[in-house]
């Protein structure tokens, strides 16, 4: 996708394919889930090829149609794809590869992903100022870390819509883990006003 203020590209693809791997590892989960967990990141945004909007569908249904035309058969196929259906995030599911996905997703917010064409504008340019987003899991807590460089206007980057959306992914992933979710900004508590 050439368009909008961020990549649907390979970066974008391996932080989402790491996210899944690292979180799945915390929790345990074998190497069997972990492998189709990663799949559906590889393939989750395939369908943004021909755009961003409706994308998440076209992603499931090139991916089936590439599973049928290739005889693959992971043993959770129908698993994979529904979280590549679902991981825009609208709507409920069972699936935890989905959860996993959706998670993993929002939480690509780093300087990597924001195209050089929107440095300059309103907002949207706070991206490039994200180094990092580090994941940790306890027993009793998910901690989402985003690491910024001090030149980051925080209150702006604060205000731009896909934040809230990114605390409501770190938040509903804490709740299925049953777990306290923590949001740090440079490892402090975050709290959007």
């Not at 990663?38 to 249904?61: N, Q, V």
């Not at 300087?111 to 504008?121: E, H, M």
């Not at 870390?145 to 604060?158: D, G, L, P, T």
Request: hydrophobic share 40%.
């Amino acid at each position: 996708m050439k368009n909008g203020s961020h990549k649907h590209d390979l970066t974008h693809i391996n932080n989402v394919i790491n996210t899944v791997e690292t979180v799945l590892e915390e929790l345990n989960y074998n190497n069997k889930i972990i492998e189709e967990a990663k799949i559906s990141a590889l393939l989750h945004d395939i369908g943004c090829i021909k755009g961003k909007e409706g994308h998440a569908e076209r992603s499931y249904e090139m991916a089936r149609q590439y599973f049928e035309e290739n005889n693959i058969n992971t043993g959770n196929n129908e698993m994979i794809l529904e979280a590549i259906k679902l991981h825009s995030g609208k709507e409920d599911t069972d699936n935890f590869i989905a959860k996993t996905l959706v998670f993993a997703d929002k939480l690509d917010i780093k300087a990597d992903r924001l195209r050089d064409s929107w440095k300059n504008t309103d907002v949207i340019k706070e991206f490039q100022y994200i180094e990092d987003v580090i994941v940790n899991i306890t027993k009793d807590t998910l901690s989402v870390n985003v690491i910024a460089n001090k030149k980051i206007n925080k209150a702006s980057f604060e205000s731009y819509y896909f934040i809230a959306k990114t605390f409501k992914a770190i938040e509903n992933f804490a709740k299925e883990l049953t777990l306290k979710p923590e949001i740090l900004f440079n490892n402090e508590t975050w709290v959007i006003s």
